[in-house]
Protein backbone atom coordinates (compact mmCIF):
# COMPACT_ATOMS: atom_id res chain seq x y z
CA UNK A 1 0.00 0.00 0.00
CA UNK A 2 1.54 3.33 -0.78
CA UNK A 3 1.62 6.07 1.81
CA UNK A 4 3.23 9.22 2.92
CA UNK A 5 5.70 7.82 5.69
CA UNK A 6 8.74 8.04 3.15
CA UNK A 7 7.74 10.97 1.09
CA UNK A 8 7.75 13.60 4.00
CA UNK A 9 10.57 14.09 6.20
CA UNK A 10 11.13 14.54 9.86
CA UNK A 11 10.85 17.35 11.44
CA UNK A 12 14.31 19.45 12.18
CA UNK A 13 14.47 18.03 15.61
CA UNK A 14 13.17 18.62 18.63
CA UNK A 15 13.11 21.70 20.92
CA UNK A 16 15.60 22.70 23.14
CA UNK A 17 15.67 21.28 26.31
CA UNK A 18 13.82 22.89 29.14
CA UNK A 19 11.96 26.44 29.05
CA UNK A 20 12.67 28.62 25.84
CA UNK A 21 13.21 31.93 26.21
CA UNK A 22 9.77 33.60 26.06
CA UNK A 23 8.72 34.79 22.58
CA UNK A 24 5.39 33.83 21.66
CA UNK A 25 6.70 32.25 18.56
CA UNK A 26 8.79 29.54 19.36
CA UNK A 27 12.13 29.70 18.15
CA UNK A 28 12.49 26.41 16.57
CA UNK A 29 9.40 27.32 14.39
CA UNK A 30 10.85 28.33 11.12
CA UNK A 31 9.27 29.68 8.01
CA UNK A 32 9.94 26.76 6.34
CA UNK A 33 8.21 24.62 8.58
CA UNK A 34 5.23 26.48 8.69
CA UNK A 35 5.42 26.35 4.83
CA UNK A 36 5.52 22.64 5.32
CA UNK A 37 2.34 22.28 7.70
CA UNK A 38 0.35 24.85 5.56
CA UNK A 39 1.07 21.90 2.40
CA UNK A 40 -1.56 20.36 4.21
CA UNK A 41 -4.28 22.64 3.54
CA UNK A 42 -6.53 21.16 0.62
CA UNK A 43 -6.40 24.03 -1.53
CA UNK A 44 -6.22 24.93 -5.31
CA UNK A 45 -3.10 27.35 -5.27
CA UNK A 46 -3.87 28.40 -8.87
CA UNK A 47 -8.14 28.36 -9.37
CA UNK A 48 -9.16 32.11 -9.79
CA UNK A 49 -10.91 33.78 -7.10
CA UNK A 50 -9.34 31.90 -3.60
CA UNK A 51 -10.25 32.99 -0.35
CA UNK A 52 -8.12 35.15 1.63
CA UNK A 53 -5.82 33.67 4.08
CA UNK A 54 -6.01 33.51 7.97
CA UNK A 55 -3.69 34.82 10.57
CA UNK A 56 -4.67 34.79 13.95
CA UNK A 57 -3.32 37.21 16.82
CA UNK A 58 -0.88 34.92 19.53
CA UNK A 59 -2.47 35.34 23.06
CA UNK A 60 0.08 36.43 25.04
CA UNK A 61 1.14 38.89 22.74
CA UNK A 62 -1.17 39.33 20.14
CA UNK A 63 1.75 39.42 17.29
CA UNK A 64 0.55 37.33 14.20
CA UNK A 65 1.21 33.75 14.17
CA UNK A 66 1.28 32.84 10.28
CA UNK A 67 -1.00 32.78 7.42
CA UNK A 68 -2.99 29.84 6.61
CA UNK A 69 -4.19 29.36 3.35
CA UNK A 70 -8.32 29.54 3.19
CA UNK A 71 -10.23 27.08 1.07
CA UNK A 72 -13.58 28.09 -1.01
CA UNK A 73 -16.44 25.58 -0.88
CA UNK A 74 -15.38 24.19 -4.47
CA UNK A 75 -12.21 23.09 -2.48
CA UNK A 76 -13.82 21.44 0.21
CA UNK A 77 -15.48 19.36 -2.25
CA UNK A 78 -13.05 18.41 -3.68
CA UNK A 79 -11.17 17.23 -0.71
CA UNK A 80 -14.33 15.05 0.17
CA UNK A 81 -14.05 13.57 -3.50
CA UNK A 82 -10.31 13.11 -2.44
CA UNK A 83 -10.76 11.19 0.68
CA UNK A 84 -13.55 9.49 -0.98
CA UNK A 85 -11.15 7.58 -3.59
CA UNK A 86 -9.30 6.88 -1.05
CA UNK A 87 -11.21 5.29 1.97
CA UNK A 88 -12.05 1.87 -0.19
CA UNK A 89 -8.96 0.44 0.01
CA UNK A 90 -7.95 1.27 3.37
CA UNK A 91 -11.37 -0.15 4.46
CA UNK A 92 -10.64 -3.21 2.96
CA UNK A 93 -7.18 -3.19 4.93
CA UNK A 94 -6.74 -5.74 7.74
CA UNK A 95 -7.79 -4.53 11.05
CA UNK A 96 -3.58 -4.51 12.40
CA UNK A 97 -2.45 -2.77 9.30
CA UNK A 98 -4.82 0.13 10.75
CA UNK A 99 -3.65 -0.49 14.28
CA UNK A 100 -0.28 -0.33 13.79
CA UNK A 101 -0.97 2.78 12.08
CA UNK A 102 -2.48 4.79 15.09
CA UNK A 103 0.28 2.88 17.33
CA UNK A 104 3.05 4.59 15.48
CA UNK A 105 1.29 7.94 15.75
CA UNK A 106 0.98 7.34 19.32
CA UNK A 107 4.86 6.67 20.00
CA UNK A 108 5.86 10.07 17.39
CA UNK A 109 3.13 12.27 19.63
CA UNK A 110 5.08 11.10 22.65
CA UNK A 111 8.51 11.64 21.33
CA UNK A 112 7.74 15.21 19.94
CA UNK A 113 5.02 16.26 22.08
CA UNK A 114 7.47 19.42 23.13
CA UNK A 115 6.52 20.51 19.52
CA UNK A 116 3.10 20.44 19.94
CA UNK A 117 3.05 21.71 23.35
CA UNK A 118 4.85 24.66 21.93
CA UNK A 119 2.04 25.32 19.18
CA UNK A 120 -0.81 24.63 21.59
CA UNK A 121 0.47 27.36 24.13
CA UNK A 122 1.76 29.46 20.68
CA UNK A 123 -1.95 29.63 19.75
CA UNK A 124 -4.52 29.27 22.71
CA UNK A 125 -2.25 31.25 25.63
CA UNK A 126 -2.77 28.15 27.55
CA UNK A 127 -0.93 27.10 30.52
CA UNK A 128 1.36 24.19 29.68
CA UNK A 129 0.29 21.94 31.77
CA UNK A 130 -3.03 22.01 29.95
CA UNK A 131 -1.37 21.48 27.05
CA UNK A 132 -0.27 18.44 28.12
CA UNK A 133 -3.45 17.38 29.35
CA UNK A 134 -4.52 17.22 25.63
CA UNK A 135 -1.23 14.86 24.47
CA UNK A 136 -2.19 12.75 27.23
CA UNK A 137 -5.91 12.41 26.49
CA UNK A 138 -4.84 12.15 22.37
CA UNK A 139 -2.54 8.98 23.80
CA UNK A 140 -4.81 7.51 25.91
CA UNK A 141 -7.57 7.29 22.97
CA UNK A 142 -5.01 6.23 20.20
CA UNK A 143 -4.05 3.37 22.54
CA UNK A 144 -7.52 2.57 23.15
CA UNK A 145 -9.16 2.43 20.10
CA UNK A 146 -6.03 0.71 18.64
CA UNK A 147 -6.62 -2.35 20.87
CA UNK A 148 -10.43 -2.18 21.00
CA UNK A 149 -11.64 -1.07 17.84
CA UNK A 150 -12.04 -4.80 16.85
CA UNK A 151 -14.10 -5.81 19.92
CA UNK A 152 -16.49 -2.83 19.29
CA UNK A 153 -16.71 -3.51 15.48
CA UNK A 154 -16.93 -7.25 15.92
CA UNK A 155 -19.40 -9.00 13.52
CA UNK A 156 -22.62 -9.92 15.89
CA UNK A 157 -24.07 -13.48 15.68
CA UNK A 158 -28.56 -13.26 16.27
CA UNK A 159 -31.07 -15.58 15.71
CA UNK A 160 -32.48 -15.77 12.26
CA UNK A 161 -36.43 -16.17 11.71
CA UNK A 162 -36.22 -19.60 11.89
CA UNK A 163 -34.23 -21.03 14.34
CA UNK A 164 -31.45 -23.28 12.51
CA UNK A 165 -32.52 -22.61 9.06
CA UNK A 166 -31.63 -18.96 9.00
CA UNK A 167 -28.34 -17.36 10.01
CA UNK A 168 -28.33 -14.13 10.75
CA UNK A 169 -24.88 -11.66 11.71
CA UNK A 170 -24.88 -7.79 12.43
CA UNK A 171 -22.18 -6.55 10.53
CA UNK A 172 -20.11 -3.07 11.32
CA UNK A 173 -19.48 -1.32 8.12
CA UNK A 174 -17.89 2.40 7.42
CA UNK A 175 -19.85 5.44 6.59
CA UNK A 176 -17.85 6.71 4.39
CA UNK A 177 -16.18 10.28 4.60
CA UNK A 178 -16.71 11.62 7.86
CA UNK A 179 -16.27 15.45 8.36
CA UNK A 180 -15.11 16.79 11.62
CA UNK A 181 -15.45 20.82 12.96
CA UNK A 182 -13.22 21.27 15.94
CA UNK A 183 -12.88 24.16 18.35
CA UNK A 184 -9.92 26.14 19.10
CA UNK A 185 -10.36 25.43 22.90
CA UNK A 186 -8.72 22.04 22.53
CA UNK A 187 -7.16 21.93 19.05
CA UNK A 188 -5.00 18.27 19.85
CA UNK A 189 -7.73 16.74 21.93
CA UNK A 190 -10.96 17.77 20.13
CA UNK A 191 -8.72 18.02 16.69
CA UNK A 192 -7.14 14.56 16.67
CA UNK A 193 -8.97 12.47 19.48
CA UNK A 194 -12.40 12.10 17.50
CA UNK A 195 -10.28 11.38 14.08
CA UNK A 196 -8.67 8.33 15.54
CA UNK A 197 -11.65 5.95 16.13
CA UNK A 198 -12.84 7.68 12.75
CA UNK A 199 -9.78 5.96 10.92
CA UNK A 200 -9.99 2.78 12.79
CA UNK A 201 -13.05 2.54 11.66
CA UNK A 202 -12.18 2.41 7.97
CA UNK A 203 -13.68 5.81 6.81
CA UNK A 204 -12.00 8.69 5.10
CA UNK A 205 -11.94 12.05 7.14
CA UNK A 206 -12.15 15.77 6.38
CA UNK A 207 -11.35 18.08 9.12
CA UNK A 208 -12.52 21.59 9.49
CA UNK A 209 -8.85 23.89 11.44
CA UNK A 210 -10.09 26.14 13.15
CA UNK A 211 -8.83 29.60 12.42
CA UNK A 212 -7.24 30.73 15.79
CA UNK A 213 -5.27 27.47 16.16
CA UNK A 214 -4.40 25.65 12.74
CA UNK A 215 -1.31 24.93 13.03
CA UNK A 216 -1.46 22.40 15.59
CA UNK A 217 -4.00 20.54 13.41
CA UNK A 218 -1.61 20.48 10.28
CA UNK A 219 1.38 19.59 12.70
CA UNK A 220 -0.19 16.66 13.85
CA UNK A 221 -1.24 16.16 10.35
CA UNK A 222 2.36 15.86 9.22
CA UNK A 223 3.06 13.21 12.03
CA UNK A 224 0.41 11.14 10.83
CA UNK A 225 1.91 11.01 7.86
CA UNK A 226 5.21 9.89 9.25
CA UNK A 227 3.27 6.95 11.20
CA UNK A 228 2.16 5.83 7.76
CA UNK A 229 -1.39 7.08 6.93
CA UNK A 230 -2.12 6.20 3.17
CA UNK A 231 -2.33 9.57 1.69
CA UNK A 232 -5.75 11.12 0.49
CA UNK A 233 -7.51 9.53 3.68
CA UNK A 234 -7.54 13.00 6.17
CA UNK A 235 -7.78 15.81 4.52
CA UNK A 236 -8.13 19.07 6.01
CA UNK A 237 -9.26 22.32 4.88
CA UNK A 238 -9.21 25.35 6.74
CA UNK A 239 -11.39 29.30 6.32
CA UNK A 240 -14.08 31.14 7.86
CA UNK A 241 -16.69 28.33 9.32
CA UNK A 242 -19.64 30.09 7.45
CA UNK A 243 -18.22 29.35 4.51
CA UNK A 244 -16.04 26.08 4.72
CA UNK A 245 -17.75 24.42 7.68
CA UNK A 246 -21.19 24.67 5.83
CA UNK A 247 -19.69 22.95 2.77
CA UNK A 248 -18.29 19.78 4.73
CA UNK A 249 -21.63 19.53 6.75
CA UNK A 250 -23.04 19.18 3.11
CA UNK A 251 -20.94 17.09 1.45
CA UNK A 252 -20.31 14.03 4.16
CA UNK A 253 -21.68 11.28 4.78
CA UNK A 254 -21.12 11.71 9.18
CA UNK A 255 -20.48 15.19 10.78
CA UNK A 256 -18.98 15.27 13.94
CA UNK A 257 -19.56 18.61 15.56
CA UNK A 258 -18.00 20.64 19.00
CA UNK A 259 -18.64 24.27 19.49
CA UNK A 260 -22.10 26.44 20.29
CA UNK A 261 -25.08 25.10 20.81
CA UNK A 262 -26.41 28.19 18.21
CA UNK A 263 -24.04 26.74 15.47
CA UNK A 264 -24.65 23.12 16.73
CA UNK A 265 -28.34 23.24 15.93
CA UNK A 266 -27.33 24.51 12.54
CA UNK A 267 -25.08 21.70 11.88
CA UNK A 268 -28.03 19.33 13.12
CA UNK A 269 -30.59 21.13 10.71
CA UNK A 270 -28.42 20.52 7.38
CA UNK A 271 -27.14 17.09 8.40
CA UNK A 272 -31.07 16.20 8.89
CA UNK A 273 -32.19 17.93 5.69
CA UNK A 274 -29.66 15.13 3.99
CA UNK A 275 -30.54 12.56 5.90
CA UNK A 276 -26.78 11.99 7.90
CA UNK A 277 -25.75 11.35 10.98
CA UNK A 278 -24.13 14.08 13.28
CA UNK A 279 -22.71 13.95 16.35
CA UNK A 280 -22.81 16.92 18.68
CA UNK A 281 -20.97 18.10 21.79
CA UNK A 282 -22.08 21.99 22.77
CA UNK A 283 -22.21 24.25 25.63
CA UNK A 284 -22.64 23.78 29.17
CA UNK A 285 -23.52 25.58 32.80
CA UNK A 286 -21.75 23.00 34.77
CA UNK A 287 -23.22 22.66 38.98
CA UNK A 288 -21.08 20.98 41.50
CA UNK A 289 -22.43 20.42 44.63
CA UNK A 290 -20.50 20.37 47.92
CA UNK A 291 -22.64 18.28 50.53
CA UNK A 292 -22.93 18.93 54.41
CA UNK A 293 -20.39 16.01 54.59
CA UNK A 294 -17.42 16.50 51.93
CA UNK A 295 -13.73 16.88 52.55
CA UNK A 296 -13.56 20.66 52.34
CA UNK A 297 -10.06 20.91 51.49
CA UNK A 298 -10.50 18.33 48.63
CA UNK A 299 -13.73 20.10 47.55
CA UNK A 300 -12.15 23.27 47.54
CA UNK A 301 -9.23 22.28 45.21
CA UNK A 302 -11.25 19.69 43.01
CA UNK A 303 -13.80 23.50 42.51
CA UNK A 304 -10.47 25.07 41.53
CA UNK A 305 -9.36 22.52 38.87
CA UNK A 306 -12.65 22.11 37.12
CA UNK A 307 -13.18 25.85 37.48
CA UNK A 308 -9.91 27.34 35.87
CA UNK A 309 -8.22 24.59 34.01
CA UNK A 310 -7.34 26.13 30.69
CA UNK A 311 -8.58 29.58 32.01
CA UNK A 312 -12.21 28.06 32.26
CA UNK A 313 -12.62 28.05 28.08
CA UNK A 314 -13.30 24.51 28.10
CA UNK A 315 -17.43 22.96 28.00
CA UNK A 316 -16.95 20.79 30.78
CA UNK A 317 -15.69 23.36 33.23
CA UNK A 318 -17.68 23.93 36.08
CA UNK A 319 -19.18 27.66 36.38
CA UNK A 320 -21.79 26.96 39.45
CA UNK A 321 -21.08 26.12 42.95
CA UNK A 322 -23.81 24.98 45.61
CA UNK A 323 -22.72 24.36 48.91
CA UNK A 324 -24.72 23.13 51.94
CA UNK A 325 -25.00 26.16 54.43
CA UNK A 326 -23.54 24.05 57.10
CA UNK A 327 -20.57 24.18 55.96
CA UNK A 328 -20.79 26.78 53.08
CA UNK A 329 -18.48 29.65 55.45
CA UNK A 330 -15.63 27.12 55.79
CA UNK A 331 -15.89 25.94 52.64
CA UNK A 332 -16.13 29.66 50.60
CA UNK A 333 -12.95 30.25 52.94
CA UNK A 334 -11.40 27.57 51.50
CA UNK A 335 -12.39 27.95 47.97
CA UNK A 336 -11.50 31.54 47.94
CA UNK A 337 -8.23 30.80 49.50
CA UNK A 338 -7.01 27.98 47.01
CA UNK A 339 -8.17 30.58 44.14
CA UNK A 340 -5.79 33.09 45.22
CA UNK A 341 -2.93 31.10 45.61
CA UNK A 342 -3.06 30.08 41.55
CA UNK A 343 -0.47 31.79 39.32
CA UNK A 344 -0.97 33.11 36.23
CA UNK A 345 1.52 33.60 33.70
CA UNK A 346 3.03 33.20 30.05
CA UNK A 347 6.04 30.63 30.08
CA UNK A 348 6.48 27.47 28.22
CA UNK A 349 7.06 25.95 31.69
CA UNK A 350 5.45 24.05 33.90
CA UNK A 351 5.01 27.48 36.34
CA UNK A 352 1.74 28.93 35.69
CA UNK A 353 -1.23 26.98 37.40
CA UNK A 354 -3.65 29.40 34.51
CA UNK A 355 -2.49 30.97 31.14
CA UNK A 356 -4.33 33.66 28.85
CA UNK A 357 -7.74 33.80 27.56
CA UNK A 358 -7.55 32.97 24.09
CA UNK A 359 -9.22 36.09 22.07
CA UNK A 360 -10.18 39.50 22.92
CA UNK A 361 -14.00 38.59 22.30
CA UNK A 362 -13.20 35.99 25.33
CA UNK A 363 -11.72 38.73 27.41
CA UNK A 364 -14.32 41.34 26.82
CA UNK A 365 -17.35 38.66 27.64
CA UNK A 366 -15.84 37.64 30.51
CA UNK A 367 -15.54 41.20 31.80
CA UNK A 368 -19.30 42.66 30.53
CA UNK A 369 -20.23 39.49 32.55
CA UNK A 370 -18.53 39.97 35.88
CA UNK A 371 -19.10 43.73 35.87
CA UNK A 372 -22.93 43.52 34.95
CA UNK A 373 -22.92 41.08 38.27
CA UNK A 374 -20.91 43.68 40.21
CA UNK A 375 -23.21 45.91 38.97
CA UNK A 376 -26.72 44.62 39.90
CA UNK A 377 -24.81 43.07 43.23
CA UNK A 378 -22.90 40.51 43.08
CA UNK A 379 -19.58 40.46 45.47
CA UNK A 380 -16.17 39.67 44.04
CA UNK A 381 -14.79 37.17 46.61
CA UNK A 382 -11.31 37.24 44.72
CA UNK A 383 -9.99 37.92 41.31
CA UNK A 384 -12.66 39.66 39.54
CA UNK A 385 -10.05 41.67 37.22
CA UNK A 386 -7.90 41.92 34.04
CA UNK A 387 -4.22 41.24 34.43
CA UNK A 388 -2.61 43.58 31.43
CA UNK A 389 0.57 43.64 32.92
CA UNK A 390 0.93 39.57 32.52
CA UNK A 391 -0.20 39.53 29.13
CA UNK A 392 -2.88 41.44 27.08
CA UNK A 393 -5.64 38.70 27.59
CA UNK A 394 -5.01 37.36 30.80
CA UNK A 395 -7.55 37.44 33.34
CA UNK A 396 -7.66 36.44 37.31
CA UNK A 397 -9.51 33.75 38.91
CA UNK A 398 -12.88 34.56 40.09
CA UNK A 399 -15.15 33.65 42.59
CA UNK A 400 -18.28 35.77 42.47
CA UNK A 401 -21.23 35.28 45.47
CA UNK A 402 -24.78 37.02 45.85
CA UNK A 403 -25.35 36.18 41.82
CA UNK A 404 -29.06 36.45 40.98
CA UNK A 405 -31.49 35.43 38.18
CA UNK A 406 -31.37 39.06 36.73
CA UNK A 407 -27.63 38.90 36.08
CA UNK A 408 -26.28 36.91 32.75
CA UNK A 409 -23.44 35.28 34.61
CA UNK A 410 -26.22 32.88 36.34
CA UNK A 411 -27.56 31.47 33.44
CA UNK A 412 -25.65 31.70 30.38
CA UNK A 413 -22.33 29.98 29.49
CA UNK A 414 -19.19 32.27 30.87
CA UNK A 415 -16.53 30.10 29.31
CA UNK A 416 -13.92 32.05 30.85
CA UNK A 417 -12.42 31.83 34.37
CA UNK A 418 -15.40 32.80 36.58
CA UNK A 419 -17.64 30.37 38.96
CA UNK A 420 -20.63 31.77 41.27
CA UNK A 421 -20.88 30.29 44.57
CA UNK A 422 -24.73 29.44 46.35
CA UNK A 423 -25.79 28.30 49.67
CA UNK A 424 -28.11 25.70 49.84
CA UNK A 425 -30.50 23.86 52.39
CA UNK A 426 -30.57 20.13 51.30
CA UNK A 427 -29.27 18.01 48.96
CA UNK A 428 -32.89 18.02 47.22
CA UNK A 429 -32.16 22.13 46.90
CA UNK A 430 -28.86 21.24 45.29
CA UNK A 431 -29.82 18.80 42.75
CA UNK A 432 -32.87 20.85 41.93
CA UNK A 433 -30.78 23.88 41.21
CA UNK A 434 -28.04 21.63 39.27
CA UNK A 435 -31.03 20.92 37.00
CA UNK A 436 -31.74 24.15 36.49
CA UNK A 437 -31.37 25.53 32.34
CA UNK A 438 -31.26 23.83 29.52
CA UNK A 439 -27.94 22.39 29.27
CA UNK A 440 -27.04 18.90 30.64
CA UNK A 441 -22.74 18.31 30.41
CA UNK A 442 -20.87 17.70 33.19
CA UNK A 443 -22.15 17.78 36.80
CA UNK A 444 -19.67 16.95 40.08
CA UNK A 445 -20.64 15.75 43.69
CA UNK A 446 -18.68 16.20 46.59
CA UNK A 447 -19.22 13.72 49.73
CA UNK A 448 -18.00 11.33 52.14
CA UNK A 449 -21.07 9.13 51.58
CA UNK A 450 -19.97 8.39 47.90
CA UNK A 451 -23.54 5.96 48.11
CA UNK A 452 -25.36 8.72 48.63
CA UNK A 453 -23.31 11.01 46.20
CA UNK A 454 -24.44 8.26 43.13
CA UNK A 455 -28.04 8.34 44.16
CA UNK A 456 -28.22 11.96 43.77
CA UNK A 457 -25.91 11.43 40.62
CA UNK A 458 -29.01 9.37 39.07
CA UNK A 459 -31.16 12.57 40.01
CA UNK A 460 -29.02 14.77 37.78
CA UNK A 461 -29.42 15.75 34.42
CA UNK A 462 -25.78 15.95 32.55
CA UNK A 463 -24.03 13.14 30.25
CA UNK A 464 -21.59 12.88 33.59
CA UNK A 465 -21.67 13.46 37.41
CA UNK A 466 -18.21 12.90 38.41
CA UNK A 467 -18.00 12.18 41.97
CA UNK A 468 -15.15 13.81 44.60
CA UNK A 469 -13.28 15.40 41.38
CA UNK A 470 -14.35 18.00 39.20
CA UNK A 471 -14.41 17.03 35.66
CA UNK A 472 -11.56 15.02 34.63
CA UNK A 473 -12.20 11.34 35.90
CA UNK A 474 -15.22 11.04 33.67
CA UNK A 475 -13.83 12.97 30.59
CA UNK A 476 -10.50 10.97 31.72
CA UNK A 477 -12.32 7.59 31.33
CA UNK A 478 -12.01 7.17 27.49
CA UNK A 479 -14.10 3.39 27.93
CA UNK A 480 -16.95 5.17 28.91
CA UNK A 481 -19.12 7.57 26.48
CA UNK A 482 -18.92 11.39 26.97
CA UNK A 483 -21.30 13.72 25.79
CA UNK A 484 -24.56 15.79 26.97
CA UNK A 485 -28.45 16.10 27.18
CA UNK A 486 -30.49 18.76 26.66
CA UNK A 487 -28.70 21.80 24.44
CA UNK A 488 -25.49 19.88 25.64
CA UNK A 489 -25.79 17.90 22.23
CA UNK A 490 -26.07 14.69 21.18
CA UNK A 491 -24.12 11.61 20.92
CA UNK A 492 -21.02 10.51 23.12
CA UNK A 493 -17.30 10.65 22.12
CA UNK A 494 -15.02 8.13 23.66
CA UNK A 495 -16.28 4.40 24.69
CA UNK A 496 -18.42 2.14 22.44
CA UNK A 497 -20.28 4.66 20.69
CA UNK A 498 -17.18 6.91 20.36
CA UNK A 499 -16.18 4.67 17.22
CA UNK A 500 -19.75 2.58 16.43
CA UNK A 501 -21.51 6.54 15.33
CA UNK A 502 -18.75 6.04 13.16
CA UNK A 503 -20.42 2.42 11.08
CA UNK A 504 -23.66 1.80 9.89
CA UNK A 505 -25.28 -1.78 11.05
CA UNK A 506 -25.81 -3.90 8.25
CA UNK A 507 -27.65 -7.13 8.68
CA UNK A 508 -26.57 -10.27 6.91
CA UNK A 509 -29.22 -13.65 6.68
CA UNK A 510 -28.60 -16.30 4.85
CA UNK A 511 -31.48 -18.97 4.76
CA UNK A 512 -30.22 -22.64 4.61
CA UNK A 513 -32.24 -25.78 3.13
CA UNK A 514 -35.52 -24.34 2.87
CA UNK A 515 -36.94 -21.14 1.54
CA UNK A 516 -39.52 -18.82 3.75
CA UNK A 517 -43.12 -19.17 3.13
CA UNK A 518 -45.10 -21.94 1.69
CA UNK A 519 -43.61 -24.79 -0.15
CA UNK A 520 -45.99 -24.49 -3.40
CA UNK A 521 -48.28 -21.30 -4.47
CA UNK A 522 -52.08 -22.08 -4.10
CA UNK A 523 -55.24 -21.39 -1.41
CA UNK A 524 -54.91 -24.75 0.42
CA UNK A 525 -51.05 -24.50 0.24
CA UNK A 526 -51.20 -21.47 2.02
CA UNK A 527 -53.64 -22.24 4.76
CA UNK A 528 -51.50 -25.39 5.90
CA UNK A 529 -48.67 -23.12 6.11
CA UNK A 530 -50.01 -20.57 8.02
CA UNK A 531 -51.35 -22.67 10.54
CA UNK A 532 -48.29 -24.89 10.75
CA UNK A 533 -46.37 -21.94 11.20
CA UNK A 534 -48.87 -20.29 13.98
CA UNK A 535 -48.32 -24.01 15.69
CA UNK A 536 -44.62 -23.33 15.70
CA UNK A 537 -45.20 -19.67 17.42
CA UNK A 538 -47.35 -21.19 19.84
CA UNK A 539 -44.68 -24.25 20.82
CA UNK A 540 -42.20 -21.62 20.73
CA UNK A 541 -43.80 -19.37 23.46
CA UNK A 542 -44.16 -21.97 25.38
CA UNK A 543 -40.89 -23.47 25.19
CA UNK A 544 -39.97 -19.72 26.12
CA UNK A 545 -37.76 -18.75 23.74
CA UNK A 546 -37.54 -15.62 22.29
Not at 259 to 276: F, N, Y
Not at 380 to 390: M, N, S
Not at 400 to 408: A, D, F, I, K, P
Amino acid sequence: MTTEQHEIPAPDGLPPDGPAPMTARPPWVTDELIARWCGWVSRDAAAPGGAEPVTALAPFDLTPIAAVPACTPHDVEEAVATARAARPQWARSAPARRRDVVLAFHDLLLRHQDQVLDLIQWETGKARYHAWQEVAQVAAIARHYARRARHYLAPRRVRGMVPGLTKVREMRVPKGVVGIVSPWNYPLYLGVGDVLPALLAGNAVVSKADEQTALTLLWTRDLMARAGLPAGLWRIVAGPGAAVGTALTDAVDFVCFTGSTATGRTVAERAARRLVGASLELGGKNPLIVRADADLTAAAAGTVAAAFANTGQMCIHVERVYAHERIYDAFRAELVEATGKLRLGAGRDYAADVGSLTSAARLAAVTAQVEEAVAKGATVLTGGRARPDIGPLFYEPTVLEGVTHEMSVCGQETFGPVVSLYAVGSDSEAVGLANQGSYGLSASIWSKDTREAARMAAEIRAGSVNINDGAAAAAGSVEAGMGGMGDSGLGRRHGAEGIRKYTETQTVATQRLLPLGPPRPGEDAVRAFVRRTNGQLSLLRRLGVR
